[in-house]
């Protein structure tokens, strides 16, 4: 990413790290994420596309405000916050690839 566009995202990237509180090691020695994990995980996704589009100076909306943004990452996390995660991953992918490849 050019650095105006990582400068544009460092602070909500930061806080999207996945930290070793959000996983847990099952007995096989494998580590999972935790609800949090994946919320949080799905919400760097969702960043990174958004820094594409900004990477090809395209208009976009970013579809979720701060308030939406502090509800996701807020605890308890449950099923409803990690659809809602998925969901905003998705829409931020549709809205990367709608010209990725247009000429």
Same mark, same amino acid.
């Given at each position: *990413? $050019?650095? @105006?566009?990582?400068?544009?995202w460092?602070?909500?990237?930061k806080?999207? !790290?996945v930290?070793?509180?959000?996983?847990?090691?099952? &007995?096989?020695?494998? &580590?999972?994420?935790?609800?949090?994990?994946?919320?949080? &995980?799905n919400?760097?996704? /969702?960043?990174?596309?958004?820094?594409?589009?900004?990477? =090809? &100076?395209?208009?976009y !909306?970013?579809?979720?405000?701060r308030?939406?943004?502090?509800?996701?990452?807020?605890?308890p996390v449950? !099923?409803?916050?990690?659809?809602? @995660?998925? =969901?905003?991953?998705?829409?931020? @992918?549709? *809205? $990367?690839?709608?010209? /990725?490849?247009?000429?």
């Open positions: *990413m $050019a650095t @105006a566009v990582k400068n544009k460092t602070s909500t990237i806080r999207l !790290q930290l070793k509180k959000d996983c847990y090691t099952k &007995s096989d020695g494998i &580590s999972y994420l935790k609800a949090i994990g994946l919320v949080k &995980s919400l760097r996704v /969702a960043v990174y596309y958004l820094g594409c589009l900004d990477d =090809r &100076s395209e208009d !909306q970013v579809p979720f405000d308030e939406k943004f502090e509800w996701l990452l807020s605890e449950g !099923q409803k916050k990690l659809d809602e @995660a998925i =969901r905003i991953k998705h829409e931020c @992918a549709k *809205m $990367a690839r709608r010209n /990725a490849y247009e000429i």
